[in-house]
């Protein structure tokens, strides 16, 4: 019971400190995703791909959805991939939360059987919050 609890403490203070960062940045300055940064993510992308034998077209976007960098990779299977690279990449992201939100369902069902409502309440609030997101990223891809 100790070690549950001090897990569901621990994720709701990681949780609480990515918020209140994440606000805070926002507040204080916006971040603005530069070429140099967007070149950095796009050749780590690149060497993962390569170590796993993939080729395809990797895209990064600002926070509006405007591209930045995109590269096609040398054996891309389309050429008309470039194109494509944006819905991949809201698809991969709702895949994501959806693994997200099972995670969340499963830590629920774990506060539940412990008696931790004050954990399930904030989780509860977390999945209402990922279903929405999901929601959103099956609208916006369905097209």
């Given amino acids: 019971m ?11 203070v990681l949780s609480t400190a990515i918020q209140i960062t994440s606000v805070k940045a926002q ?24 170590r796993r034998q993939l080729a ?9 959805g405007w591209p930045i960098l995109v590269l096609r990779m040398d054996n891309a299977a389309y050429v008309a991939s ?3 690279a944006p819905e991949s990449m809201l698809t991969e992201l709702r895949s994501d939360n959806l693994q997200l939100l099972g995670f969340m369902r499963a830590a629920h069902q774990l ?11 904030v ?19 369905r097209g």
């Fill in 2 to 12: 100790k070690r549950i609890t001090g897990l569901a403490a621990a994720i709701l």
């Fill in 27 to 50: 507040l204080l300055e916006k971040k603005v995703l530069t070429l140099g940064a967007a070149l950095r993510m796009a050749s780590a992308a690149q060497a993962e791909a390569e």
């Fill in 56 to 64: 395809g077209v990797i895209a990064i976007a600002d926070d509006g």
């Fill in 82 to 84: 470039v194109e494509l």
């Fill in 111 to 121: 506060c539940d059987e412990c008696r931790d409502v004050a954990t399930a309440s």
């Fill in 123 to 141: 989780l509860e609030n977390w999945i209402d919050e990922t279903e929405r997101r999901v929601w959103f990223l099956y609208e916006t891809t």
